[in-house]
T-cell receptor, first 112, second 111 residues
Framework: SQQGEEDPQALSIQEGENATMNCSYK?????LQWYRQNSGRGLVHLIL?????REKHSGRLRVTLDTSKKSSSLLITASRAADTASYFC????????????FGKGTTLSVSS | NAGVTQTPKFQVLKTGQSMTLQCAQD?????MSWYRQDPGMGLRLIHY???????DQGEVPNGYNVSRSTTEDFPLRLLSAAPSQTSVYFC??????????FGPGTRLTVT
């Protein structure tokens, strides 16, 4: 079974709009990570937020974490066509931190 | 640095054949993992390793073997390929619980 579940499964927006993706998970975590995947290529790490952090920023990305609700959100501001990709949240397998459990992802389409 | 490399990029096998997917990293990472990705799905963890000589099973280990004789290499073996193993396979490495670095993937088809 997969630990994280992203919502929505698919999201279509126009360039310049903001995109918000949500992730829910089941067990306690040390950290939660977000990754991007373009067209079946390898995943690229976007941001890591630790369990004692509530919000983190990286460029146009903003991630929040609510451990009481076991949920996280990824906000991409001022979206560009190049942001078109699948986005996955991931948490540690067995809390070991050595491997990850991924959700099924959100597919984001940004049209110009 | 080459990062994480995987070979081959594409492979077609017949049912029952065996093969080894290669994975190597040059970042001196202790931790390495293998994942498979099926259409419309996220990645599922097959096996992982916390260091040379130490491996453990992930979510979907059946039909796969791994070994870790060096820090750099983490090969994945399919002993008797089945159509259900048709997938894209990704290898990744990391320091402890930090970000994972992924290879470009191997696209495997079993007929």
């Amino acid at each position: 079974s997969q630990q994280g579940e992203e919502d929505p499964q698919a999201l279509s927006i126009q360039e310049g709009e903001n995109a918000t993706m949500n992730c829910s998970y089941k067990t306690s975590i040390n950290n939660l990570q977000w990754y991007r995947q373009n067209s079946g290529r390898g995943l690229v790490h976007l941001i890591l937020i630790r369990s004692n952090e509530r919000e983190k920023h990286s460029g146009r990305l903003r991630v929040t974490l609510d451990t009481s609700k076991k949920s996280s959100s990824l906000l991409i501001t001022a979206s560009r066509a190049a942001d078109t990709a699948s986005y996955f949240c991931a948490t540690s397998y067995k809390q070991a931190g050595t491997a990850l459990i991924f959700g099924k992802g959100t597919t984001l389409s940004v049209s110009s | 640095n080459a990062g994480v490399t995987q070979t081959p990029k594409f492979q077609v096998l017949k049912t029952g054949q065996s093969m080894t997917l290669q994975c190597a990293q040059d970042m001196n990472h202790e931790y390495m993992s293998w994942y498979r990705q099926d259409p419309g799905m996220g990645l599922r963890l097959i096996h992982y390793s916390v260091g040379a000589g130490i491996t453990d099973q992930g979510e979907v280990p059946n039909g796969y073997n791994v070994s870790r004789s060096t820090t750099e290499d983490f090969p994945l073996r399919l002993l008797s390929a089945a159509p259900s193993q048709t997938s894209v396979y990704f290898c990744a490495s990391s320091y402890r619980d930090g970000e994972q670095y992924f290879g470009p993937g191997t696209r495997l088809t079993v007929t």
